[in-house]
Each structure stands twice: as structure tokens, then as C-alpha cells.
């Protein structure tokens, strides 16, 4: 999963030294689930202030000034430890590239597909997805006993500027042809689940039996997730 | 053996005793009750006397209080009931409430039975019949007003401060920093890494409470899921919660008290070794010293056990009490070692805490004020409130 919030839309404030000056990025591994605890102890806060220190080792420092009916306010700190990630291992990191992909379709509504996957993931641990170029995306799941499909229809299909050759793949295919990836589901579902409000613009790339790729677009933030082809 | 009869309870339903029995069970390890006529009182002490908790309901509590036959002996009257069992009669508070008119709670010690009847709605009566054990007096030995330093908070005030730590934590460290603010710290363990575990510190003002009496550089570490177990019990009752304690090692005590209820929860705290040596306070986390993990003193030598009868009988040949520590020193007892292992090893096999969806925000709306006109002599159900909500 990759995602990217623009650091305006979200602080006040913001001050940020990186490694150098052509270098100006830090790069930390930590625990998500100590962030997001330490963030939803600040839903009532007066402010949040996020610092990176170094006292016995690296962390992530979340104060939070929470009201309270007395003179002062309550102060809660969390010392999230991180790992400060050398600039050789930078590559490993970066923004994967969109991958040339067969179909690109916009999505379903997402709270649609949600409960349609949900449904399904009582019948089958995984999930095949497959689009074509006529705004059709179809949902199947089958098992011994039972095959769903649900089929969706005039979902559009995103333009793609030709900067690297994939409108010309894309271009000189069938529309009718269908483009299909079979995935875990529990992985797509995870990705459904937690997209609490509908974005902007929501789309995925498909990869024949490779990859899906999904683009979800709200105002302040991007995610991207890559979904492997199972075999 | 006497026969002491037993006891009505009060009318209405939620019931206090499910709660308390509810908030006793977090006691990890504890297996018994002690039921202690001639007032009503819950206690419960955990395997590895580490915690001990005793609810304390005065008669007036009760719409009608009778003990019946010859005048009890105290030893007559000390019971213990399986926690589970005793749980169970209350098991699914929300419907009780909706259900119950009356509990009865009776005692026969003939038959070594505890009897507790639920009189409800469309004339169904349920019976649970309990087994009982007879059990020497239950009794930790504490005394607050050795306690160096205090505070007394709202339960809300204390219920939001702990909402910042994880439920599974263990230990949480509370400590008295400058400017009067106390904090509170989770506590992490020796053997874990520095640069591994997450550290949350909160500050509350000194007039957050409504007293804050306290040893400047004073720091105590308990046990939070005990604790967090009482502060359910307080904020649902809406009485304001007492933290007494002293140095590290020396048990700290919470108390609620209201008319007809005392409640007292006493833990262990870590002691350290190195607590003279604190280096001042900063004004953020301080990195002190990790103390050492053994609960020296631990709650046992401040408690007279569950012991044969012979060695415990009030008014007989008790071994003189020392005034330092306030306990009676136990020989039998002096295997510290032994408890120290079990302690740790309880500390660290984190149990299951009952889910907190069971500690219910009922209560004491129904608590009868002292001199309503309830104490009937008989036994008699009384009239029932016709037009009442259930």
C-alpha cells in the first residue's frame, strides 16, 4: 500500500531537515498500530504536535493537549519508537510505478463492492476480478458448489495520458475483452473496509493474472494498493 | 453451630452485588468470596495476594436485614462461595434490571448453603442454591493513615486518563512530578528493549482533584487491570475515588465510600530499590533507573491468610503486631521467594480479564436512602411497587 498526504492540508505547522539538501526525506519504519493508537487518543484534542527525537533512540513523539475542566490542560505524550532507515535502503522505498496494465476501470461505488465482497467471503478465499474496456467490471467467486457472479455495467474507463506506451496496448485491444485477476479476498476486502468516506476518484488497473492495481483519490490524501495475482 | 438465617436485600435491581462481584472477579486467580455477616461483605484476594478487594455494604443498604437464631459467633459467619458460581446468579445484568423485583439472599449454615433468590416479574422466582465453605476472616491489614501521600479524584477524571493505555497493559506507574501535576506512566518492562516498546505519559493537573496530598517525587507502579476493574465500579456508582500510598513496595489502597457502601482495593506495588535515588523529575519522561521486577513485601505479609483456625482465632494467642510493617508476621508464610515467583509469573502470564462489556453503569439509583420506611420486621415479601419500571 502506498499512500501520500500532502503535509498542508493536515498541519498547521511544519519544519523538516532531511539528510541534505538534495536529499531532503526521512525515511522510518514503525508499528502502525502504536501511531493510530496514539492518534485516536487525540479525537477531543486542543492540538497534536509531532516531533522526531533521539533521547535513547529514535522516536516519534505525539503530544497531545487535551481539554480538561481544570486551569491547565492535560497532556498526554506517546513515544513511538521508529527505525531511521540508512539512505542506501531508499530505493526499496520508492513510489512503484503504475504497472502496464490490460483494462483500466473506474470502480463501483465502494460501499456497493464492499457488501457484495463481504457476502462472498463466507463462500470462496478468493476472488476474481475482471474488466474490460466497455466500462464492464464483473465480480466471480466458485467453488464446488456454487458460482456468484455480480456484474457491474457504464463504469467508465479512465483516460490515460500515452507517456509510456500503455494507451497503445490498451488502445489496440477488443473492448469487449476482459482482462481478469484472481486475488485473495480478504485482501480486497481489507482495502474496502477502510475506506471510511468515497473518494474522489476511484479506479484500478488490471494486469492479466498478474496484478491489480487500485487508486483511490480523496482531496488531501492518494492511496494506492497493489493486490498480487494469486496462481 | 448457630443458625444464623440470612437476609433480605434490597428491592430494586440493578444488582450492586453482580456489579461488585463483577469488579472483584479482575482480581486474577481469585476462586472464593467471602461472605462476612452480620454486614454484607464481598472480598476476594488473588492467588498470588497481590490485590485484594473487599465490598463492604452497611445494613441500610438492605430493605431488611435479620439474622436469625442464636447470637452468631464471629467464625460462624465467614463463608466462601466459588466466584463463578456466585457470578452466575447475576450472570446477564441489563435483563435482571429489567426483570427483578426483589433478591433475597439467605444463609444456612446447616445445610452449608448460600441461597440467593431472584424474585421477578409474572411471579417467577429463581433459586441458586450455593455451596459454601466455611473460611477464617478474609482481612487485609492496611492502614491509610500510614500512607504518605493521597489523592482523591472524581472516578471520571481517573477513567479518562487511563482510556490512553492499551487494555492489555499490566502495570502503569503513577508518579507526583513538578508543579503539582501527577502523572501517569505505563510501566515497561526490564527485559523488553528500550528502543522497542511504545511509552504513553499523561499529566493531570493538581486541580484536577479534589485533594492531591502527596510525597513530592513519589512514585508507585501497580497493577492497571485491577484498578481499571474499580474504576467501572466508581464511575458507575459516581462516587469520588481515594488512592492512598506510600513508597514503592508498600500496597497502595483505593477506597470508595458512600453511606452505605465501603469499597476497598488494595494492590501490590513494585518496589525500588533505587527509589532514593531518583534523579529530578524533568519536564517530560524521565528515564529512571528500571526498577527491579520482585514485589518485595508482597500483599501476604500484610494479610492474615486463610488459615487453619487455630493460628487466627480473634481474642486468642495472636502473635504480638508489630507496628513496622502493619502486619502479623506469618512463619508459614515467609516462603517469599516462592510468592515472589508466583507473582512474577502471574504479572507476566497476562490472564484473561473478564470483557469490560460486563461491568454495566447501573447502580446506586437504586440505593435506599437511611430511614425509608423498608425495615419490616417479617420476612414477608413486602409490597411491591406496583407502578414501578419493572
Redesign the interface.
Known sequence: MWCELCQENFFDEFQMEGVAAEHNEIYLELVPENLSRALKTAQNAKAVKIKLTNKHCPCLRVAVELPSLSSSSRMVTHDIPVGVIPRRLWNDFREPSVPDFDVSIYLPVLKTMKSVVERMKNLSNSIVIEANLSGEMNLKIETDLVSVTTHFKDLGNPPWASENGCQSSAQSRDLESMAEARIDIRKLLQLLAGQQVNPTKALCNIVSKRIVHFILLHEDVSLQYFIPALA | MGGWGGGHLWTPPPSPLGLGGDTLCPVRGVTSVCVCPPQLSLRAVNSSRSAFASFLFAPLFFQLYEARGPPPHLELCRCKVLMKSFLGVFRSLPSLEKTVGKCLILLKPRASRLVVQLHCKYGVTKTHNLTFQECERLQAVFDTQRCASSLCAPARVLAE?V??F?QTLAEVTLAAGPGGKISLRNHVEDEAE????????????E??FQTAAVAPGSRITFCLKEFRGLLTFAEASNLPLTVHYDVPGRPVIFTLEDAVLEVHLVLATLSDPESNLQPPMAN??S?LPAPSDEFADDLGSYMIAMEPPSTYEEGSGVPPIPPFPLCIPDPAESDTEEEEEEEEEEEGAVLGTPPHKKFRSLFFGSVLAPGEPSLAPTLEVLAEDSDGEY
Do not use: N
Open positions: 486518563a482510556v490512553h492499551p528500550p528502543g522497542k516498546t511504545m511509552v504513553t505519559e499523561l499529566w493531570l493537573a486541580d484536577e517530560g519522561v528515564h
